[in-house]
């Protein structure tokens, strides 16, 4: 018997690298810096809220659209960082908690895309833009940031707007090219937006994960953004809890009414009682947020001197938690050649240097190539993530070494 195939939406789409590479470090018990989870704990408060709002029986299903101590939480902490901008925010009409900012993109590519629409994504860029753009029936079309630095090309970002343009994701501080974008950046992307009536949907889940002197401006705040603008973000990251699965989303009407149409009839609601607890982990005092950029500076200062160490070549990001680093110096060819590795058709030379490392040396990373929508690009270069312990690093530096002396030879 031959069993009816899955619908034609998921075809092409495989499984993310990054939870694939994840399962090939445990298997050859690699350090993992390819999945961007933290492996130390998630700061002792946070938990504490947890476990005092399941005590508190904050078990059932909560509004829809988030309980009232979360929305209010999310807008005054967007009022307090970003004042004035975010002053029209009604935690009643303008927020919505998700399953995740993951959760939240589909949900707004679900409220927004008719069939056949595009939506810009600058690429390298988080995986699941294309596939939530996919299953809201529209496409996503890459434009490649530029190379050394990961500029924004803003000529190709113009080009890329077509008749059925209707919305733009900016992922920004941005994964993986650690890029916070400048003020003629996020002015030209404003401009574009406004002139070509695109829907901006940002995606600032490394909102509070930015290196000094650099400084994080949602696109929302810039003028004439506010009613164009669905902001987005989130707690995996802020916290270190990305089992948590919280999101969300701050738009203006219409946008945030449909948005939660599309949440209620795909989860119902976020995790209730995780829900009180962010309510007070984002009323923490700023010298919490402090002490976590801090020792994320810490961590990005020992990381690139790691992968500089061991021939890998970088920009230091200036935000988020994740290197681009290119491999030139690892001669992977010669490595290919000499040891017969086996390269699969198709797939890029960071793809089997990604499998390669992570087998070999022990540090699994994520190729860049699996991190763009346009086919051929990203074969230069691999994606760690340093959100590790000290000792994890220490680990890094070195199978790194002994990897790079061994081989690159
Ligand atoms: C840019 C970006 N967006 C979204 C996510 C996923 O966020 P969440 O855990 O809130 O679904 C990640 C996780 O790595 C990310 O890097």
Same mark, same amino acid.
């Given at each position: 018997m +031959? ?6 939406r998921l ?10 590479? +994840? ?5 050859h ?6 999945q ?13 809220a947890? %476990?005092e ?55 707004? /590519? ?35 940031? /530029? ?32 890029? %916070? ?24 889940i ?46 203006p ?42 020792a ?10 790691i ?5 890998? +070549? ?5 935000g ?8 030139d ?35 699994? %990373?994520?190729?860049?190539s ?40």
């Amino acid at each position: 018997m +031959t069993l009816r195939r899955p619908a034609g939406r998921l075809d092409g789409l495989i499984e993310s690298q990054i939870r694939e590479m +994840t399962r090939l470090a445990i298997a050859h018990d690699a350090v993992n810096c390819a999945q961007g989870f933290p492996d130390f704990g998630t700061p002792e408060p946070v938990r504490r809220a947890a %476990v005092e709002a399941i005590m508190a029986d904050h078990n059932q299903y909560a509004i829809t659209w988030g309980v009232p101590a979360l929305r209010e939480a999310i807008a005054a902490s967007y009022r307090a960082r970003f004042a004035p901008h975010f002053d029209w925010v009604d935690p009643e009409r303008h927020v919505t908690v998700t399953c995740g900012v993951t959760e939240a993109v589909t949900v707004a /590519l679900m409220a927004l895309l008719e069939p056949g629409d595009e939506v810009i994504v600058l690429e390298p860029a988080h995986e699941n833009y294309a596939p939530a753009a996919r299953f809201a029936g529209g496409r996503a079309v890459g434009v490649p940031l /530029l190379a050394p630095d990961f500029a924004l090309d803003v000529d190709r970002l113009a080009a890329a707007v077509g008749p059925r343009t209707k919305a733009l994701i900016l992922n920004a501080p941005h994964n993986p090219t650690g890029r %916070v974008f400048t003020r003629a950046e996020l002015d030209a992307v404003a401009a574009l937006c406004i002139a070509r009536d695109l829907v901006a949907i940002t995606d600032e889940i490394y909102d509070r994960i930015v290196y000094e002197p650099h400084v994080h401006v949602p696109l929302a705040t810039l003028p004439g953004m506010r009613e164009r603008t669905i902001t987005l973000s989130g707690c995996s990251k802020t916290f270190a809890v990305m089992g948590w699965r919280l999101g969300y989303a701050v738009a203006p009407e219409p946008w945030s009414h449909a948005l939660r149409t599309v949440h209620d009839f795909t989860t119902i609601c976020a995790p209730t009682p995780l829900q009180h607890a962010a309510a007070a982990a984002l009323a923490l005092p700023e010298s919490f947020f402090a002490d976590q950029r801090a020792a994320y500076a810490v961590r990005r200062s020992a990381m690139l001197d790691i992968v500089r160490a061991s021939g890998f +070549t970088c920009t230091a990001p200036e935000g988020a938690y994740y290197l681009l680093c290119r491999f030139d110096a690892w001669r992977f060819d010669r490595i290919r050649d000499r040891d017969g590795v086996h390269v699969a058709s198709g797939s890029g030379d960071s793809d089997a240097f990604a499998r390669w490392l992570t087998e070999h040396v022990g540090v699994a %990373v994520v190729a860049a190539s699996s991190l763009y929508v346009t086919p051929g690009l990203g074969r230069d270069e691999v994606r760690f993530a340093f959100a590790k312990k000290a000792e994890t690093l220490e680990s890094v530096r070195q199978r790194l070494s002994t990897g790079f002396a061994k081989f690159a030879v």
